[in-house]
């Protein structure tokens, strides 16, 4: 009761007014601006990265080089074997982009994961969704759409049972469980923040409620600091789980006999 | 190839997504016109020429006034998403990254240059320090024959000076005998002649001659060869 006359509408944590062409298909917010702001983050890094010719590697070659190749060796080959080398760069692409909009919301006065507006996920999903099958078809041919679905060594009976279900997980499931894996660990994480921050606020600077004040007015403090902390992890895990899943996706369809 | 494939993915992306229904519906606009809206929908909705749902149009209401759906994703931030995304990956892969490779490729070949040259380099070295250490050894050999051949020449000569000196010396000595041999025999010579005069004078002057000249030389020579017998 007491967080609900504190808190306000929920809708006020996510809607963002727009900044140009409000209300319209392409208005601008701060979303978007986030978005773009991200964009130029990484083609910067790994443009002023990317050409730099240090023998021994510093600053943002270093920071460049090392993201670039941990994505090679943790995602490419971990998913996908020396042949997922090639597909490094749109991995990496993947997780940079979506750990600079995911790590808005520990960025002071920002404080706002784009990602924790379904849009920019769905969008990533549905871009990895078509990825692998567009990947597999042209791999596979036309029969992957069924042997995708048809695990081999399944009993007669159970197809009847198996495909249906293989259907809806590889070729529904998969999008919808990448975008709202992704949006919603990063809106839950946006709220907890809020809600934490709004009762330091309450406890440290509004109320002056004598003793209670002083016991208990650390303890959101506290707490906002260490999920602070844990957002940081958060926003690191989730680009990395998007990416992974996204390879792991893309190595079946390569892959079939997998 | 394969980024042409991954802008044409995303391009469909943004077509599927925009196609959605639930999406359109997030476009149309702020809070108060979807309010709105919603309420101008609820009442066509709950009238049926002159009469009126007023119970479905209550229901309609309260949903009209609860808050916009957090899971509706809204068609601007989609496009404006979509295109910061797909120009990230459009200039990443296209530019950046080959040139990140590049420098790794470059890089790791550098290195591998580097220490394939340092195993040469190292692999010539030991081989020239076999070479001066075979030099070494020849050369030690060498000298060691060559101290050997002097040792042997030393003593042959030494033998020799050593065999020519006592030859000498032994030719020395036998001439040296030889003189004293002849200087012996000429001084014996020399003694008896002396002798046998002054015998003869003596003899002369005992018996004032009693004798003639050749008995007493014969008698003087028997006494000188008695004495030299007894001398030897």
């Known amino acids: 009761m007491v967080l609900g006359e504190l808190l306000p509408n929920v809708n006020e944590l996510f809607e963002w007014k727009g900044i140009f062409g409000p209300n319209t298909a392409f208005e601008f917010n701060k979303v978007a601006l986030m978005a773009f702001v991200s964009t130029i983050i990484c083609i910067a890094l790994f443009w002023i990265g990317g050409t730099r010719r240090k023998l021994v590697p510093t600053g943002v070659q270093n920071v460049a080089e090392a993201g670039y190749l941990a994505i090679e060796e943790n995602v490419s080959i971990a998913a996908m074997g020396d042949e997922g080398r090639k597909w490094t760069p749109f991995f990496a692409t993947l997780f940079f982009w979506i750990f600079f909009i995911n790590i808005w919301s520990v960025v002071p006065f920002i404080q706002f994961p784009a990602t924790s507006r379904l849009a920019i996920p769905l969008f990533l999903a549905i871009v990895s969704w078509m990825t692998f099958i567009v990947t597999g078809f042209v791999k596979q041919g036309p029969k992957y759409f069924f042997s995708n679905i048809n695990p081999s060594g399944v009993p007669f009976a159970l197809k009847f049972l198996v495909i249906p279900i293989e259907f809806f997980s590889k070729y529904l499931l998969r999008p919808l469980t990448l975008a709202v894996r992704l949006f919603a660990n990063m809106t839950a994480g946006h709220v907890l923040l809020a809600i934490f921050a709004i009762m330091t606020n309450e406890l440290l600077v509004k109320h002056n409620s004598g003793l209670y004040q002083v016991i208990f007015s650390p303890l959101p403090f506290l707490g906002l600091v260490a999920f602070t902390a844990f957002e940081i992890l958060v926003a690191v895990l989730q680009a990395y789980i998007f990416t992974i899943l996204t390879a792991v996706y893309i190595n079946e369809s390569v892959h079939p006999e997998h | 190839m394969r980024i042409r494939s991954l802008l044409l993915a995303g391009l469909l992306a943004v077509g599927v997504v925009a196609a959605m229904p639930s999406v359109a ?150 001439r040296a005998q030889e003189d004293i041999r002849l200087a012996q025999e000429r001084a014996m010579s020399d003694l008896r002649a002396q002798v046998t005069d002054l015998s003869i004078g003596l003899a002369e002057r005992v018996v004032e001659r009693n004798l003639d000249r050749d008995t007493q030389v014969a008698l003087i020579e028997s006494y000188i060869n008695s004495v030299g017998n007894e001398t030897r």
């Open chain 2, 25 to 174: 519906h997030a476009a149309s606009g702020n809070h108060a016109e979807e309010v709105f809206e919603c309420v101008e929908e609820a009442i066509e909705a709950n009238t049926r020429g002159n009469r009126v749902d007023y119970t479905g149009f209550e229901h309609d209401l309260e949903d009209c006034k609860k808050a916009k759906s957090l899971v509706t994703p809204a068609l601007p931030e989609i496009i404006w998403g979509g295109l910061a995304f797909l120009i990230v990956l459009a200039v990443l892969m296209k530019f950046a990254f080959p040139a990140l490779k590049k420098g790794l490729k470059d890089r790791e070949d550098k290195i591998r240059d580097d220490l394939e040259s340092a195993s040469r380099a190292r692999e010539d070295a030991e081989a020239e320090a076999a070479t001066y250490r075979a030099q070494i050894g020849d050369a030690r050999s060498e000298a060691n024959v060559i101290i050997e051949d002097a040792r042997a020449d030393a003593e042959r000569i030494r033998r020799e000076v050593v065999t020519r000196a006592e030859a000498e010396a032994a030719d020395i000595r036998e």
